[in-house]
């Protein structure tokens, strides 16, 4: 069975120690971050536009005048791809460059990415502080006086306290007192795809925290992407989802954004609705099941994450091959009456945590829950293919600079989220996986998928949602939506 640090009670001259050397280990990885093939291909296939914003921030990368640079785009105009150019180019030049992104589901999407919590210590809330946790004469301080370019995607999401506070850190490594200490930053995002900042706020109180309204804005060089390379293939599909994403896309007397005819999947009875949008979808499961380099790039994305437990779940029954279930073993963390029933607890399904039953079988998709090894490639939202399973699933990743890569994923103990007030807070040991049929419209931001079903069981509570959601696909034809 997994353990944590916790479980092992240790001093804390051991933890520290410990520490140490993990923070050792990670920023030795991240000084040797090998560049792929595909990554540095990118260079050469930038358009007119990601080539100038290339040749700029490269130019403010070597010369002695460093700018912060804002990317500004909507989903699909390559501003991650334009990310991984800079990134291959520095690297591959033996020099660091830091990949950042706001929100854990991402850090998969860029080479080396972590969350700027995570890479600079930025306290996550009010309460613990106001400045980053990151001493002057650290190795992590050098790492980052060392590095030629800070990359901070999803900016967006970002509370403007997050990004001031890394303003200062900057300042305070750099003993600068120019705007980010004098180095080149990068931050991006598309202000159309911001799904929450806060929890339960309204879109003004959403701006008021953001980048926008902070005074850093005015000294970010803004850069606009505007050619959406996704889409290219269906123009007037891109022209639709920009007007969907600037809010300009006609609306019903209720606000309610039209569905094109050809993209809608009628809605008759759950069953039978879900039936026809599943086989839409993964009408080729036979197929993925038995030839084992299929590349699959489809999902049914969903508001809710109970229904995308059922989606999942229906859609495993259906996957050919013969299943394996692994339990979870679930502990309370606070001991009190009713949740002290393991039973119980096996009925939680707070986001980010594995199912109790893990259904799997050979050749199905699964996504990682955990940043297992990020400069392995294995870091939250990476995408695998199932291919053995022991006491360790053996999986084979399938997308990014580690794709066809064989590994083993651990059973390793999970923590409820500190931030879902629903659930009650309990330990979870499972392997840190999710079936990939179905996911969240949340988990599946900055990824581009062959075929996207929609599945919008209740209402989406924004445009941006809905945005997110059908700007994954390449063309109106590889889009289904059931309402
Ligand atoms: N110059 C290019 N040549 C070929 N393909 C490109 C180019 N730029 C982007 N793409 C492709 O277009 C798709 C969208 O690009 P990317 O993910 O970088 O966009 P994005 O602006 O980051 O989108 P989002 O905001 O939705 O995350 C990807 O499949 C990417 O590989």
């Known amino acids: 069975m997994g353990k944590s640090l916790g479980d092992f009670h240790l001093t804390d001259i051991f933890l520290q120690t410990f520490t140490h050397e993990w923070e050792t280990m990670e920023i030795e990885a991240e000084r040797n971050i090998i560049v792929s093939k595909e990554d540095l291909s990118t260079i050469d296939q930038l358009n007119q536009e990601q080539k100038i914003a290339y040749h700029k921030i490269l130019s403010s990368v070597y010369d002695t005048t460093s700018t912060a640079f804002f990317v500004d785009g909507p989903g699909g105009t390559g501003k991650t791809f ?38 600079f210590k930025i306290p996550l809330n009010d309460d613990e502080g106001k400045t980053c946790n990151i001493s002057k004469q650290s190795s992590i301080a050098q790492l980052i006086k060392d590095a030629k370019l800070i990359i901070w995607d999803d900016a967006t999401m970002a509370e403007r306290k997050a990004i001031e506070r890394f303003d200062q850190l900057l300042q305070d490594i750099m003993s600068n007192k120019e705007v980010f200490g004098g180095k080149t930053v990068i931050f991006g995002g598309d202000f159309r795809q911001t799904l929450s900042v806060i929890v339960k706020g309204k879109k003004n109180d959403m701006i008021d ?61 759950d069953a039978s609705s879900i039936t026809t949008l599943t086989d839409m979808v993964f009408e080729d499961l036979y197929n993925m099941a038995a030839d084992n380099t299929l590349p699959i790039n489809k999902a049914i994305l969903m508001t809710r994450n109970d229904f995308v437990h059922e989606i999942n779940d229906i859609l495993i029954d259906k996957f050919p091959g013969d299943e394996k279930c692994y339990l979870s073993f679930d502990q309370p963390l ?34 990682l829950l955990r940043n297992i090894n990020p400069t392995e490639g294995l870091s939250n939202g990476t995408r695998l293919i199932c291919r053995e399973f022991g006491n360790n699933v053996q999986a084979e990743i ?68 809905l945005y997110v959601a059908l700007s994954r696909a390449k063309t109106a034809t590889n889009v289904k939506v059931l309402i």
């Not at 009456?337 to 109790?356: A, R, S, V």
């Not at 075929?451 to 445009?463: D, Q």
Request: net charge positive; proline share 6%; glycine share 6%.
């Open 334 to 367: 606070e001991s009190s009456g009713q949740i002290q029933n393991e039973d119980f607890l096996h009925t939680l399904m707070p986001k980010g945590l594995p199912p109790h039953q893990l259904k799997l079988k050979k050749n199905c998709l699964v996504m």
């Open 209 to 269: 925290v953001s980048l926008v309204k902070s005074h850093i804005w005015n000294h970010l060089e803004k850069i606009h992407l505007t050619e959406n390379m996704r889409a290219r293939l269906d123009p007037d599909f891109s022209s639709y989802l920009l007007r969907v994403g600037n809010g300009t896309e006609i609306t019903t007397n209720q606000d309610e954004i039209k569905i094109p005819p050809g993209i809608n999947v009628p809605f008759i009875d």
């Open 398 to 465: 399938t997308f990014g600079s580690f794709a066809k890569k064989i590994v083993f994923i651990p059973l390793i103990p999970l923590e409820s989220p500190t931030d879902d007030f629903s659930s009650i807070p309990f330990k979870r040991t499972q392997f840190p996986l999710r079936l990939y049929f179905a996911m969240t419209i949340n988990k599946a931001q900055g990824q581009t998928l062959d075929y996207v079903g929609l599945y919008l069981k209740e209402h989406v509570f924004s445009h941006g949602q």
């Open 82 to 119: 334009l990310y991984r150019a800079l990134l291959a180019k520095i690297r591959s030049q033996k020099h660091i460059a830091l990949a950042t992104v706001t929100s854990g589901v991402t850090t998969s999407i860029l080479p080396g990415g972590k969350t700027a919590h995570s890479h």
